[in-house]
């Protein structure tokens, strides 16, 4: 129960700072592209790995601590960072054929998917 409660603070915390930054840059940046988004994924990406190795391979962080910062707040801020995180192990381990199959089918049907989702909202 400590755990989810751990992953859904923080998932809120990360949520938050995802709009406040995605909207930050948008504002800034003054273009149609999606910048903000592609930011926040770097970053959340960046800040998995750094976190990934102080947490578990640097300092064995206690219990809660794992699960409230990666799960929680950067799985609110993006999902991308996890994505990345399993693509690169995945390489890490020499599996390349199962990293690209992760990253084509990931991208690729997360599109169709959401272009689908989009379609059947619009039967309604």
């Known amino acids: 129960m400590k755990v989810l409660l751990a992953i859904g603070a923080g998932g809120a915390v990360g949520s ?3 709009y406040v930054l995605a909207l930050t840059v948008q504002r800034w940046a003054g273009t149609s592209f999606p910048l903000g988004t592609v930011i926040v994924n770097i ?7 750094l976190l990934y190795v102080w947490l578990i391979e640097r ?7 794992r699960p409230l ?11 991308f960072s996890s ?3 399993e693509t690169v192990t995945l390489m890490m381990e020499a599996s390349y054929g199962r990293a690209l199959l992760n990253v084509t089918a990931s991208v690729a049907l997360c599109l169709i998917g959401t272009r689908l989702g989009m379609a059947i909202a619009r039967l309604s």
């Open 43 to 49: 970053l959340g990406s960046f800040a998995i790995g």
């Open 69 to 79: 910062l990666i799960i929680g707040v950067l799985g609110g801020f993006t999902t």
């Open 59 to 65: 300092i064995g962080a206690p219990q809660l601590l």
């Open 16 to 18: 938050m700072l995802r």
């Open 83 to 85: 994505f990345s995180l």
